[in-house]
């Protein structure tokens, strides 16, 4: 089955065109070779794929099929490997309780973010989604923790001293973070923006990445999406492995990590991005009509 999978490189990124659990079962990837997993599958909420909707019977055959792939993907990690793995508020906790008997859940990790739109009238919309940070050691695996701080906000305007200390000195502008994460989501207009329904931010990826992986290791996504985790790996040095199913989103992992301008004879040209601005009256200015005009207003 190998040679039947379509898979591309450039220096540091392999990519797979095929269904995930196919290629993990296939040990073209080996077990224990990959030091960082991130897991972004679809939520089982109903959202469209290409012609891939993300539905399953019910919440126990969904969790189900989670458990088949996430066996898979714990078999590729090193014994100091780690693994991220998101899914939906509702759905988390069957993975959590799943994933805490096979190895150790160190972070449960909040991504939340603004929205402009209404996100519902009679409860309290989601605004975040969770993350699972787990590791197969936890007394012995990576986590660059000064390569991800963040300033510390003391809310103060003046320094704050420690006067805990023999000589008292400011206290330090950064931290590590902690487990709530503010990170905008990926909008029209920002530069990295692709042409998929769930791209996840490349500054959350840095993060995870930065922190749970060194120049040169190896990162695995078996839900490549928009291949935001290889651009990012590539970017950062590391080495990555990335599966996606869809047509589509495949050819967006050739282009966006220069791999190919061609698919299979078709060739890949990169989103066109044109927008019309609109002015202090809401009149239409400027040039060229867009294809997602509903993502003017965020
Ligand atoms: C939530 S999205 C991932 C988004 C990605 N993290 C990004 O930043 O763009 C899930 C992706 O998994 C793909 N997918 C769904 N089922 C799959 C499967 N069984 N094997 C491989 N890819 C699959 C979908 O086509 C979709 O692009």
Known sequence: MNSSIPSFSNDCATIYHGECVDILRSRIIPDHSVDLIFADPPYNIGKQFGSFKDEWPSDVAYAEWCYTWLSLCLNKLKP?????????????????????????????????????????????????????????????????????????????????IDYRKPVPAPYKTTKIPGNAWYFPRVRYRMPEYENHPSQKPESLLKRIIRASSNPGDVV?????????????????????????????????????????????????????????RKNSNGVHGGAVASTQPELFND
């Open 80 to 160: 100091t490997g780690s693994i991220y793995v998101m899914t939906s508020t509702q759905a988390m906790p069957y993975l959590d309780i799943w994933l805490r008997t096979r190895c150790t859940v160190l972070s449960r990790i909040v991504w939340h973010y603004d929205s402009s739109g209404m996100q519902a009238r009679k409860y309290y919309g989601s605004m975040y989604e969770p993350i699972l940070f787990c590791v197969n050691d936890p007394k012995n695996y990576t986590f660059n923790a000064d390569d991800i701080e963040v300033e510390a906000r003391t809310g103060a305007v003046r320094k704050l």
């Open 220 to 276: 695995l996504d078996p839900f490549a999406g928009a291949f935001t985790t290889s651009a990012v790996a590539q970017s950062l040095g590391r080495r990555s492995i990335s599966i996606e199913q869809n047509h589509d989103y495949f050819k967006i992992g050739l282009r966006r990590l220069n791999i190919a301008d061609e698919y299979n004879g078709e060739a890949i040209t990169s989103l066109d991005k044109s927008y019309v």
